[in-house]
DNA sequence: ACAAAAGTGTTTAGGTTACACCCATGA
DNA sequence: TCATGGGTGTAACCTAAACACTTTTGT
């Protein structure tokens, strides 16, 4: 640590996670049953005080691991919260994340440390949020929508190989509106994002043609 | 304070200033020379130790007014920094902002506390920079590229009224490259975010009309 | 054969680009 | 009158939006 004069402030510096997955035709968000107060009871956002010597992406990593079980997910830095008066126990910095997990690779949330209970809930059936979560729910929300618009994101919500409806399924739900088949698919295909496999879909009907992501990183337009 | 058993770390926060304004037709950047170890006599952002009981973004404008001087600027968070190893004197987690100056408000640079002097540079002109900050730079001026396409934070780099071949130049000078003077126009008039007053230019040549912001904040296209 | 999802083109409207000349003013 | 920056329109192109029927498969 700092040792010249100017190091006035010492406040505590937290991760929190903003964790989405796509689960039954709607997005949803990991949040976490606090045992403890302040907040005691309440739905939170799942997080913890960064360690020393730790990055803050570790952090979050560690505390994804922990209580979502999940790895290999898309991490995104969102915003540092900072109010003084944000936090009832005293000066608590919060750096956001946001995370985004493929439905095929969710492992049942674990309440840890200080959690009673852990589940994803979907965003059109929110619980009241402690702190000042909401707020960066809300934030995060409008982030992935915006994202999704011009860069590769939803590659990290879907299995390793899909199909065209169900990538535009990815996209309804979370832009929250029909989009049509047609234009969808030509934009798409047009981008030279996607590559065609061999495979194809199983079910009870004519199977799709899967796809895959010709770059398994986030790329922008 | 927390005074939980979780609250492992106390790593220090700061906030450092990407202020940009544009002078002499270049986009510039405000750095100081540093006065004490580490780094000593490297340039660097402005920036410093966030207090206690002290908002982030208040810390910058504390920060801002010592050093550069100026109010009425636009303040945006761009990232938060916590690499452990960024700073060689111990764990500093800083939070970067971007601050937008119009050239007709700026006073000269102040070298404050622990600076020996503070410049405007050009970005095409720059010093090595101190720490990471040269990444942190690259990062802010992507930012603002970015944001100028799609939103009205040109503002607050001109004076309240302004020509057109002005705020064009604006855009040619942050996007450096050259842009048709009549498509500028007719977009810029077409979107609807600028009022006509009956003041005009003087100079040495055919005076323009002036144009002002319907709204002096930032909104998005 | 039927139910269900896959797959496929064309037309229209709107926006973006490229491009060159006349105008008003001060010196 | 000349030098300098202010101001204006049109055609070609491209992208986005609207819109409905045929195909393939499992049951």
Redesign the pocket.
């Known amino acids: 640590m700092p040792k010249t004069k100017e190091t006035f402030a010492y406040p505590a510096v937290a991760v929190d996670a903003l964790v989405f997955t796509i689960q039954g035709d709607q997005l949803q968000v990991a949040l976490i049953q606090r045992g403890i107060e302040p907040f005691k009871g309440c739905w939170a956002l799942p997080g913890g005080f960064v360690r020393p010597g730790e990055a803050l992406e570790e952090a979050v990593k560690r505390e994804l691991q922990e209580e979502v079980g999940a790895d290999g997910v898309y991490l995104e830095q969102l915003y540092t919260f900072g109010d003084p008066e944000r936090d009832p126990r005293g000066r608590v910095i919060s750096v956001a994340y946001f995370a985004l997990v493929a439905a095929d690779n969710l492992r049942d949330l674990k309440a840890s440390t200080d959690a009673v209970d852990a589940r994803w809930f979907p965003l059109h059936d929110l619980p009241t949020l402690a702190f000042d979560h909401r707020r960066i729910l809300d934030l995060a929300v409008n982030r992935l929508r915006a994202k999704l618009e011009y860069s590769t994101i939803a590659y990290a919500l879907l299995p390793h190989a899909f199909?065209?409806?169900?990538l535009q399924k990815v996209y309804e739900i979370i832009l929250d509106r029909p989009l049509?088949?047609?234009?969808f698919?030509?934009?798409i295909l047009?981008m030279d994002i996607l590559e065609q496999t061999d495979r194809?879909?199983?079910?009870?009907?004519?199977?799709?043609?899967l796809y895959i992501f010709k770059n398994r990183e986030v790329t922008f337009f």
Chains 1, 2 share one sequence.
Do not use: F
């Open positions: 199909s065209l409806t169900q049509d088949k047609r234009n698919r030509k934009k047009s194809r879909s199983g079910g009870a009907h004519r199977p799709a043609s």
